[in-house]
């Protein structure tokens, strides 16, 4: 079974700073793995998809990296502003059976001013 | 337009009553899901429907019964709910399974 985990689980930073959230999962079988945002009671916000194949993706001042074979996927943020805070999650599509997304449990970002 | 609208965006229902969750989208996608999220948990996975047939449900009881009437809108009924199914209930969709996923805002779901 797959099982997707993020760490750390809470981060707290200073505006201007950059940062690394993690992702780890432990079936490397995977179609793509999917970074989304969340804010509090809200929906999810897709911010970046890496395929299997791929190695990273850009998207403004979030950068995402994948190593399919050690199972782990980083989200970069450069120049963290208070608008980022929010909770990060990480879902991989696995194919194995039919495929759906399995999330972590999430980072909750905050960027004090 | 990567939009999926659900709607309402809060209920709260009584026990004994009837309701329906709509999700709506025009991206033609094919593939619609249905997710739970309690506070602080990452969503879990309720139905999927692919080409507007069920293809997965993940054991959910009977009284949640999901419905596709065409490819752009999604129904999620309700009856006779407990309180422990208060949640968050999202939407999302994708071109077909394992592209990229789009989710709603959510509805907010009040069982009292």
């Known amino acids: 079974k797959q099982e997707v985990t993020q760490i750390p689980a809470a981060l707290s930073v200073p505006e201007g700073e950059n940062l690394v959230l993690n992702c780890s999962f432990t079936d490397s079988a995977i179609y793509n793995l999917q970074w989304f945002r969340q804010d509090p009671g809200k929906g999810l916000t897709s911010l970046l998809l890496i395929q299997s194949s791929q190695r990273e993706q850009t998207s403004g001042r979030l950068n995402a990296s994948l190593d399919k074979s050690s199972g782990r996927s980083t989200l970069y943020i450069a120049a963290s502003q208070p608008g980022d805070s929010a909770t990060y999650l990480c879902a991989v599509s696995h194919t194995r059976g039919y495929s759906t997304l399995t999330f972590g449990k999430g980072t909750m970002l905050l960027v004090s001013p | 337009d990567t939009e999926v609208t659900q709607t309402p965006k809060h209920l709260v229902m009584g026990m004994t009553n009837k309701k329906s969750l709509k999700c709506e989208q025009h991206m033609g996608h094919r593939a619609m899901y249905w997710y739970k999220q309690k506070a602080k948990k990452p969503p879990e996975l309720m139905f999927v429907y692919s080409y507007e047939k069920l293809s997965i449900n993940e054991s959910v009881p009977s009284r949640f019964s999901p419905e596709c009437p065409n490819s752009s809108l999604l129904n999620l009924h309700l009856h006779a709910l407990q309180p422990e199914d208060s949640a968050l209930y999202l939407c999302?969709?994708?071109?077909?399974?394992?592209?990229?996923?789009?989710f709603g805002q959510g509805t907010r779901l009040t069982v009292v």
């Open positions: 999302a969709s994708s071109r077909t399974a394992n592209t990229e996923a789009f």
